[in-house]
């Protein structure tokens, strides 16, 4: 029945692309009834497939092209619809503080041990936020040399949302990191300043005993999951909120954006492998880790990353993996589940390239010690949310906010983050589990063992 419908629906589509051709470049008369009838015969078969189908990211995608088709043949109507999006934007703005604070006080908790686990820790720690930071460089890098949002018309926000980037000197940039009044900065959006305060509370909770730190630990630990299952109930909005904003972009401006949105998967693709063929790759040599051996083993956990954009659903298999191929257990569950916190090298690479393509679509132009800073605060919010349904887009639209980015051009982004999603997640299994066996490289514990069939 799915199957059918998505035919059906794309078959529609195709024949009334084809006919809308034929009218644009031979000057056949086409009836404009009949191209909207097939149209919207074509959007039925869709629901019917998202019917069948019962996933949110198809109920994504159609909505995106309910909210394109509304757009292009109401937009009269189309322009109304955003309060629908700002009702969504605003249910994410909630998570964002609570869900921060929870995942990064949590995880460095949670390691007060590492002073025990010694010189693994330190090496892990290092080799996660060097790579990271290189990811976050090419994605920068990519989307400055493609720049897939210039261009993009994209409707301006209004100027009672809007949030102006000032110049600041270097000591306000730093001086702005710091929290004075943390709830003064969760009400105000300041996620780095939020960041910072949890990163300090965290650290002091680190070190007060262990009868004292078990009762925080354990709110912190409930507040993470409660906070990523209210994400999960926030995100089956997803579908009207990313649908009323792109009714309200092409109702404004046009389809224009959809070929930027090509161009912007196109770009991270290629920063992917660029980041796959030119830095773990590298590593890999000039390690030692054998190389046949290792795409052997990481081929299952990586496919089943790829296929079902979560991390989580790979990591067993990833740990039965690398312990197969020689990595001890001891590593394997030490690094292995710290880097889902430290060390999201596909994120992390998606989140600089899709911030700087929003800044490029919303005409807002952020020098490069702008750039550098909005690195630094990526950098720091990706950390401990690789469980969360949609995370980056709850990360990105929190760091925009802080820079006065507009929030439209986010919302697009929602009919291709699956697509999006799928690659940066495979990379970042595929990091973890090469750092895996850097680190037992490094350690002298690896052993050469066969990998299993």
Same mark, same amino acid.
């Given at each position: 029945?799915?199957?059918?419908?998505?035919?059906?629906?794309l078959?529609?589509?195709?024949?009334?692309?084809?006919?809308?051709?034929?009218q644009?470049?031979?000057?056949?008369?086409?009836?404009?009834?009949?191209?909207?009838?097939l149209?919207?015969l074509? @959007? =039925?078969?869709?629901?019917?497939?998202?019917?069948?189908k019962? &996933?949110?990211?198809?109920? $994504?995608?159609? *909505? /995106? +092209?309910?909210?394109?088709?509304?757009?292009?043949?109401?937009?009269?109507?189309?322009?109304?619809?955003?309060?629908?999006?700002?009702?969504?934007?605003?249910?994410?703005?909630?998570?964002?503080?609570?869900?921060?604070?929870?995942?990064?006080v949590?995880?460095?908790?949670?390691?007060?041990?590492?002073?025990?686990?010694g010189?693994?820790?330190?090496?892990?720690?290092?080799?996660?936020?060097?790579?990271?930071?290189?990811?976050?460089f090419?994605?920068?890098?990519?989307?400055?040399?493609?720049?897939?949002?210039v261009?993009?018309?994209?409707?301006?926000?209004?100027?009672?949302?809007?949030?102006?980037?000032?110049?600041?000197?270097?000591?306000?940039?730093?001086?702005?990191?710091?929290?004075?009044?943390?709830?003064?900065? @969760? =009400?105000?959006?300041?996620?780095?300043?939020?960041?910072?305060? &949890?990163?300090?509370?965290? $650290?002091?909770? *680190? /070190? +007060?005993?262990?009868?004292?730190?078990?009762?925080?630990?354990t709110?912190?630990?409930?507040?993470?999951?409660?906070?990523?299952?209210?994400?999960?109930?926030?995100?089956?909005?997803?579908?009207?909120?990313?649908?009323?904003?792109?009714?309200?972009?092409?109702?404004?401006?046009?389809?224009?954006?959809?070929?930027?949105?090509?161009?912007?998967?196109?770009?991270?693709?290629?920063?992917?492998?660029?980041?796959?063929?030119?830095?773990?790759?590298?590593?890999?040599?000039?390690?030692?880790?054998?190389?046949?051996?290792?795409?052997?083993?990481?081929?299952?956990?990586?496919?089943?990353?790829?296929?079902?954009?979560?991390?989580e659903?790979?990591?067993?298999?990833?740990?039965?993996?690398?312990?197969?191929?020689?990595?001890?257990?001891?590593?394997?569950?030490?690094?292995?589940?710290?880097?889902? &916190?430290?060390n999201?090298?596909?994120?992390?690479?998606?989140?600089?390239?899709?911030?700087?393509?929003?800044?490029?679509?919303?005409?807002?132009?952020?020098?490069?010690?702008?750039?550098?800073?909005?690195?630094?605060?990526?950098?720091?919010?990706s950390?401990?949310?690789a469980?969360?349904?949609?995370?980056?887009?709850?990360?990105?639209?929190?760091?925009?906010?802080?820079?006065?980015?507009?929030?439209?051009?986010?919302f697009?982004l929602l009919?291709?983050?699956?697509?999006?999603?799928?690659?940066?997640?495979?990379?970042?299994?595929?990091?973890?589990?090469?750092?895996?066996?850097?680190?037992?490289?490094?350690?002298?514990?690896?052993?050469?063992?066969?990998?299993?069939?």
């Amino acid at each position: 029945m799915k199957n059918k419908s998505l035919i059906a629906g794309l078959g529609l589509f195709a024949v009334a692309a084809v006919a809308y051709a034929l009218q644009s470049w031979l000057g056949v008369v086409v009836s404009p009834v009949a191209l909207l009838t097939l149209r919207w015969l074509g @959007i =039925a078969a869709l629901c019917l497939y998202g019917l069948a189908k019962r &996933s949110l990211t198809a109920w $994504i995608l159609v *909505a /995106m +092209v309910i909210g394109a088709e509304i757009g292009h043949d109401w937009p009269h109507v189309a322009v109304n619809l955003r309060v629908i999006s700002i009702i969504f934007l605003r249910l994410i703005k909630t998570i964002i503080a609570p869900l921060l604070f929870a995942t990064l006080v949590s995880g460095i908790a949670a390691h007060a041990d590492l002073k025990k686990v010694g010189r693994m820790g330190v090496k892990a720690i290092i080799y996660f936020e060097l790579v990271t930071t290189v990811a976050l460089f090419i994605g920068l890098g990519a989307i400055n040399l493609t720049k897939a949002g210039v261009g993009a018309a994209v409707p301006p926000t209004p100027a009672s949302e809007q949030l102006a980037v000032q110049k600041s000197t270097a000591s306000e940039i730093v001086l702005h990191a710091f929290p004075e009044n943390i709830a003064k900065s @969760i =009400a105000d959006g300041q996620v780095l300043q939020v960041v910072v305060f &949890s990163i300090l509370f965290g $650290i002091a909770l *680190a /070190m +007060v005993k262990e009868e004292k730190r078990k009762p925080m630990v354990t709110f912190v630990e409930s507040l993470t999951e409660t906070m990523f299952k209210f994400t999960n109930v926030v995100m089956l909005l997803a579908p009207f909120g990313a649908g009323a904003a792109i009714a309200y972009t092409v109702g404004t401006t046009g389809l224009g954006i959809l070929g930027n949105l090509a161009e912007l998967l196109a770009t991270l693709y290629a920063a992917l492998i660029v980041f796959i063929g030119g830095v773990l790759l590298p590593i890999a040599y000039f390690t030692g880790v054998p190389l046949k051996r290792f795409i052997k083993a990481v081929a299952g956990p990586v496919s089943i990353a790829f296929a079902t954009s979560s991390s989580e659903a790979a990591l067993p298999r990833a740990m039965e993996s690398m312990e197969a191929m020689g990595v001890p257990r001891q590593v394997v569950s030490f690094v292995l589940p710290t880097g889902y &916190s430290f060390n999201l090298d596909g994120s992390t690479l998606y989140l600089s390239l899709a911030a700087i393509f929003v800044a490029q679509a919303g005409k807002v132009h952020l020098s490069f010690g702008q750039q550098l800073l909005l690195l630094l605060t990526l950098m720091l919010t990706s950390k401990g949310v690789a469980g969360v349904s949609r995370a980056a887009l709850v990360i990105l639209l929190g760091t925009a906010g802080s820079f006065g980015l507009p929030i439209e051009p986010i919302f697009i982004l929602l009919g291709i983050d699956q697509l999006m999603d799928m690659a940066r997640t495979a990379v970042n299994v595929l990091g973890n589990c090469l750092a895996t066996v850097v680190v037992a490289k490094w350690e002298g514990d690896f052993k050469e063992l066969p990998v299993a069939e």
